[in-house]
């Protein structure tokens, strides 16, 4: 909106000296719900090999059955070969026989009972991965709501900020009394100064909207030759500064002022490239509209820097291996771990996640049994632009299972 240039130079405290001693490693802490996850998983585990030794047994006994069986068969022949004298062999075949059978059925059974023993150890197993899967899940969601949640507070108050300043004007306007420059210049600078996160405040009006004094403000200091309203207070070299709005005519470079007035509506603007000094930034503006009794008269609008966004949500690492990513309402990165990847269309993520985004709803994409990503949105000031926190983590590398 200006050709000002912000304030680039880091401040922080230097580096501290290196400690002569090393501090001990820290023990890692495992979680009283996790360790009860890993003991049962090893009970599972060890009723599952104990299963496959019962059904080794199993396997003796049947062939020591089919033994017996044989020996049985065996007697039957002698007894026969023998008459009456082979009577004792006899009874032998029809004990051993019996036997035989006893032992095949006791067989047949404890198979029976290891193939249940088994499904239901798989299935107990199965149980355990889901209540593990489920927990880590919701322990992400609560991480996400909990960040969508901050940045839906940081766009409220900007959100309060700015209709404290539509408030004065429409409040004057309503009462025919005529707000003067002077007192929405000193409106626009003290809530910039209160508020250090932004890059600028603007306002912008129609023609003689204001106070309809355009002609004797023309050429006069903070304005161009249309003596409009075009004030733009903004953060030059560390202080307050205030210039003029460029660009607020053009068609193709005025979207900051004629979206929200087409439309007539307040927005959350897409990101945009802007020129600022000698270099250009990603930037959004949140823009709510002027109106005179019903008619529109101008815009009122702040500028914030995506890199501001970008510092803080990358700074994060959820779940110790997952990112955050900020998407706007029609699915452009709003931040991204990888910076290129700023103010570029979303084009890795669903159709199902975009439409969600869209409609400003909650969402969930599980890409096989590894990729998760969960979907939160973020009001954003404007209930038709709304915008969404995105939180991508790996399941097996949260859970601790490594690559």
């Known amino acids: 909106m200006s ?43 060890d009723l599952e090999a104990s299963a496959n030794e019962i059904s080794s047994v199993a396997d003796t006994i049947a062939q020591v059955a089919r033994q017996s069986n044989l020996l049985a068969v065996n007697a039957a022949i002698q007894a026969a070969r023998a008459g009456e004298a082979g009577r004792g062999f006899a009874v032998v075949a029809k004990e051993m026989r019996a036997l035989a059978e006893r032992t095949a059925q006791a067989t047949v059974d404890i198979t029976g009972l ?16 889901q209540a593990e899967h489920d927990g880590l899940l919701q322990t992400a969601q609560l991480i996400l709501s909990a960040q ?39 409106l626009l600078s003290t809530h910039l100064k209160a508020d ?25 200091e903070g304005h161009d030759a249309t003596g409009r309203v075009i004030a733009y207070w903004h953060r030059a070299q560390g202080k307050l500064t205030r210039t ?22 307040d927005l959350m603007m897409e ?30 609008a702040a500028d914030l820097l995506l890199e501001q966004l970008q510092a803080e949500l990358s700074s994060h690492r959820p779940l110790s291996v997952g990112s955050f990513r900020l998407i706007s309402n029609a699915a452009v990165y709003v931040t991204h771990p990888d910076v290129r990847n700023m103010g570029q269309p979303a084009t890795d993520i669903s159709r199902e996640a975009e439409h969600a985004i869209k409609l400003g709803k909650p969402h ?39 690559a």
């Not at 290891?114 to 149980?127: D, P």
């Not at 106070?211 to 023309?218: K, L, M, V």
Request: hydrophobic share 35%; charged share 25%; proline share 7%.
């Open 3 to 45: 050709d000002a240039m912000p304030d680039s130079t880091p401040h922080g405290r230097g580096k501290q000296p290196p400690s002569a001693i090393s501090p001990p490693p820290e023990r890692v802490k495992t979680h009283p719900k996790n360790r009860t996850v890993e003991q049962v998983k090893k009970l599972v585990g």
């Open 114 to 129: 290891v193939r249940s023993i088994k499904l239901e150890s798989k299935q107990a197993a199965a149980g355990v991965e």
């Open 148 to 186: 969508a949640t901050k940045l839906e507070m940081r766009f409220s108050r900007l959100a309060a900020s700015m209709y404290g300043i539509k408030h004065y004007v429409e409040g004057m306007k309503s009462r025919r009394q005529i707000p003067t420059r002077a007192a929405l210049d000193a």
């Open 196 to 220: 250090a996160d932004l890059l600028a405040y603007a306002c912008c009006c129609e023609a003689n909207a204001l106070d309809g004094r355009d002609s004797e403000y023309a050429g006069t």
């Open 244 to 265: 003029t709005l460029s660009d607020y005519d053009k068609p193709g470079l005025n979207d900051w002022y004629e979206l929200p007035r087409r439309r007539d509506c």
């Open 271 to 300: 990101p945009y490239a802007y020129r600022l000094g000698n270099k250009t930034v990603l930037m959004t503006s949140f823009v709510t509209l002027l109106k005179d009794r019903g008619k529109f008269m101008g815009i009122v």
């Open 364 to 402: 969930r994409d599980i890409a096989g049994d590894r990729l998760v990503r969960l979907f939160q949105p973020v009001p954003t000031g404007s209930l038709k632009t709304p915008w969404s926190l995105m939180l991508e983590f790996d399941r097996v590398a949260a859970s601790g299972g490594g």
